[in-house]
Structures are given as structure tokens and as C-alpha cells.
């Protein structure tokens, strides 16, 4: 079923990496029979090259979804994890498609991983999160800030700037980048920023229609995943300052019956930016809990002293 004649407008950053998760949505949609295109928006993030611990949380979602709220544009594209947590009535996240390996990576000088990087080599990363756990490890690394889309970022390894710089797998997977990862670290070694990898499709609450289409694109599993740590982030955002990783997978238990069952783990830390200290805790529950379960693990993290580890509250 087409929606009348009319094209479906997805609106999305310009970005290489923007563009091609968008229109990987814009081909589904098109396949499924409801035509779609891309509508290129400028945000916040395109214009300034400042922190994103500097510009704000939703530097890079805020005019795409101005944009939706002003029927410019049907459906808008995200990265999840660049979404503020604040609910949108309005709006509606319809789809959230299977989620890309949501491992932090690192792309080194000479492909050397981590523990190869000798005292003092230089890393590129400007995420709070990513630096905060890499002085955790105790290696002597020194961090440099460092934005910009992924090409550049890359070329400051290839240039020689950088010895290394640390990147989300998921964008160099979009990019068809992966030949550049070194290493992909083990949440054991550096949690990923809650949602990294997955994606938020959304369109406006009242769009009914849309809201039906969009969700033929859904993964059930990957919901439960992102939700269960957004929920972590959100509740942590009232009372810690500090970086916040999380992972959630959904798992196979066995029963007391031998039986196989679904449940859904849940990882998630904070850690000083500084390195001092580094707070983790770990749950385990059933799918359909994923906001409890979310609440649960933050309310923990702050009994063990989330909430004393300074840091700047910022996101990646
Ligand atoms: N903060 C920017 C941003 N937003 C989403 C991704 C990567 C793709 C994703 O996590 O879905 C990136 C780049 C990065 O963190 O390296």
C-alpha cells in the first residue's frame, strides 16, 4: 500500500555516515512499496566543531526533528545514542531496526591494539565516556580531543597526528570502514555509550499510518536492548555527573526444567574522567522489563557511589 502518491521525506544529517543509515531505511521502506527520499538537514553538530560536552546534548537531533514537528520532512533518522533521553510526546519512535555491533573500536598507527600502544602514545577521542575509561586502564595513553565525521578522524591516524583514535565500530560499519579497526573492545574492556549502533526511526505521533509502516522495520530485541539503557541513562542523568556506559543483550537462559528461555542482560558503568575510579554492576531479567531493569542497575550504580564520581555530564 502506497501512502496516497506521495513520497515519504526522511529527513537526516548530511554526513556520510547520516546519509547512509538513512538511506538504508529509505530502501526498506521503498522495497516494502512506500517510496522514500532524503532530505538533507543541517544541524547544530554540522555547523560547530566545538565538544559535543560543550554544545549540548541533541546538537545533532534537535533541527531534524524541528524539521519533522514542521512537516518538512515524514520520518527522521537518528543515531540513538546522539538523542537526548527526554520523552517527545509528540513524537513517536516507530522503528528501531537490528542494532550494528555496538563495540567501541580502536584504529591505531601500524594496526597495533591496545595493550601494543606503548606509555605516552597520543589517542583521539572526545567523548568523556571513551577517555574516562581508557585512563582507567592505567596505560600512561595521553587523550587529545577530537571531532570531526569519520573520515577526518581516520586521517589523523593515517596522517601520522594520531596514534590512535577510538571510534564507534557501528559508524565504520555504515561506512564500510571495518578493514580499519585494530581491535573492538570488549564491554569487559570500555562500555559502549547506551544505544551506540542502534537507530531511532521517527515520525510524528499522530502520523497513524506512518506509525504502522515504520514498524514492519522494528526489532523487537533490539528495543528491549536500547530501552533497558536509555532507562540506566536517564535515571543516572538525575544524580551523576560522570560518563555512563551500558550494554544490553538479549540472552538464552535454561530453566530448572532444561527449558530455554529469552532474558535480557544488562551491563552499565560510570567512571571518574580522570581515570581514578571506574563503578560497574551487572543485571539479569526478563525482556519485558527493560525499563525496570534499567532503573534497577542505576539505582545500584548509586548505592556503590555513582553519584560521588565527578565528571561533566556529557554525552558522546
Ligand atoms: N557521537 C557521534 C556519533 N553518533 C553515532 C555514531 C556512530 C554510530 C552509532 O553509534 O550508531 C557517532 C560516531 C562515534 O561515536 O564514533
Redesign the pocket.
Known sequence: MIRGDTVIRIGTRGSQ?ATT?AQTIADALTAAGHPAELVIIKTA?DVSAAP?AEIGVGV?TTAIRVALRNHEVDVAVH????LPTAPEPDLNIAAIPP??D?R?ALVSRDNLVLGELPPGSVIGTS?PRRAAQLRALGLGLEIRPLRGN?DS?LGKVAGGELDAV???R???A?IGRTEAVSEAFDPVVML??P?????AVECRGDDAELVRILAELDDPSTRSAVEAERALLAALEAGCTAPVGAIAEVVESIDDDGRIFAELSLRGGVAAEDGSDVIRASVVGPVDRAVQLGRDLAAELLELGAAELIGTGS??
Open positions: 555516515l543509515q553538530g559535543v545533532f543515531s540513538y545514542k546522539d542494532r550494528e555496538p567501541d567523548s569519520l578522524r577510538v571510534v564507534a557501528a559508524g565504520l555504515r559502549p555509550a544505544a551506540q549502533g542502534a537507530l554525552r558522546d
